[in-house]
């Protein structure tokens, strides 16, 4: 079980900020429009259901049959290929982040890869008195020396997070074979349903998924695969994450979040998120500084201090001096990474 001290541990409890608590800012009460959506090979996006549907690829971890989804790539004509998001800084794991990527190969459109999460375990989450930290937290999907998201295939980094292992029946109720994330699976259509979270992007409601984190307790919050191999490196680009915010933030989606309750079909609506502020969206002059690994940085208000909901990083900025970092320690990087590929925004362009 993993216990959580907020101040011995400020910075695992504190990433923990990337909750999927609910209250989506003003839910979109339909299905996003095909040009608010910016993953290409999303399938359909539904901000009210909680919820996006993507294309499910069938590969290998040595005998094993896993299952997984692509969202990015370091290349252009792979990601235009392949339907993702062109994000030329993955590039730079290779070197900047050796543990970050493993090798892999393609044969007829199916990754091998080196090892597969382990979905067996048990998430648990349970709120402290005050909601967060919790009292318990603990992930259900573990990863192995082995296993990353992001594999290196030819000249691409690709983000290709599995999602599933072994032929099925799939458990989309406890998890055992599937991520906590998944609400649905059709191994004949090659679809899989998976859990949005909301936040904000330069102002802008936008939506995104969590797949992966490199600290226990944020991946019990966010009901990722918990990679400890994803080291925070300096030049990922950061996500503020609110600790104490009343309307926003990991104090607030663990009091409302229904952070406890296994992710379904018949609940995804009710599974919100903390409403945390991305530094880049892979939209307009802007876009190559997109990257779907985030630097977690932690923001709590100051006693005392008027609170608002922030919607972007200037906005983070400008009220620096009502804000601390967990403790009272300088606002940074608290020592983690999640990662977190874009699907598309609700209202204008970021």
């Excluded at 191994?187 to 409601?205: D, E, I, P, Q, Y």
């Excluded at 969590?210 to 919050?221: E, F, Q, R, V």
């Excluded at 300096?234 to 296994?262: C, E, K, R, T």
Aim: hydrophobic share 45%; proline share 8%; net charge positive.
């Amino acid at each position: 079980m993993f216990k959580f001290d907020f101040m011995r541990h400020a910075g695992t409890a504190l990433i923990a900020a990337f909750a999927i608590i609910g209250c989506a800012a003003g839910a979109q009460a339909a299905p996003l429009p095909a040009n608010h959506i910016v993953l290409p090979s999303a399938i359909s996006v539904d901000p009210s259901a909680g919820t996006v549907v993507l294309p499910l690829h069938r590969g290998t971890a040595g005998s094993q049959t896993v299952w997984y989804i692509v969202t990015d790539s370091s290349n252009a004509a792979d990601a235009r290929k392949r339907g993702a998001i062109f994000a030329p800084l993955l590039a730079g794991l290779r070197t900047g982040c050796s543990a970050c990527v493993r090798s892999a190969t393609e044969h007829a459109g199916s990754i091998a890869f080196q090892g597969a999460p382990d979905f067996t375990p048990a998430r648990v989450f349970r709120p402290g008195p005050t909601g967060f930290p919790p009292a318990a937290a603990s992930p259900g999907a573990l990863a192995g020396a082995q296993y990353t998201p992001f594999v290196a295939l030819g000249s691409a980094v690709v983000n290709a997070p599995i999602v599933a292992t072994g032929d099925g029946p799939f458990d989309v109720v406890t998890h055992r074979n599937t991520q906590d994330r998944v609400v649905a699976i059709d191994t004949a259509k090659r679809t899989v349903t998976l859990l949005l979270v909301n936040g904000f992007a330069n102002g802008k409601r936008v939506v995104y998924i969590s797949t992966d984190a490199s600290d226990p307790g944020a991946s019990a919050i966010e009901r990722a695969t918990y990679v400890p191999g994803l080291k925070a490196q300096g030049g990922f680009i950061p996500i503020d994450v609110v600790a104490n915010g009343s309307h926003q933030g990991l104090a607030f989606v663990a009091l409302h979040g229904n952070l406890a309750a296994q992710a379904t079909a018949n609940n995804a609506a009710t599974l919100g998120s903390s409403l945390n502020v991305l530094s880049a969206f892979p939209t307009g002059a802007a876009a190559s500084a997109y990257s779907p690994l985030w630097n977690v940085v932690v923001v709590a208000w100051k006693p005392g201090a008027k609170q608002s909901v922030l919607t972007s990083t200037a906005a983070v900025a400008a009220h620096g001096a009502d804000l601390t970092g967990p403790g009272g320690k300088p606002i940074g990087p608290v020592g983690f990474v999640v990662n977190c590929p874009v699907v598309g925004y609700l209202d204008s362009t970021p």
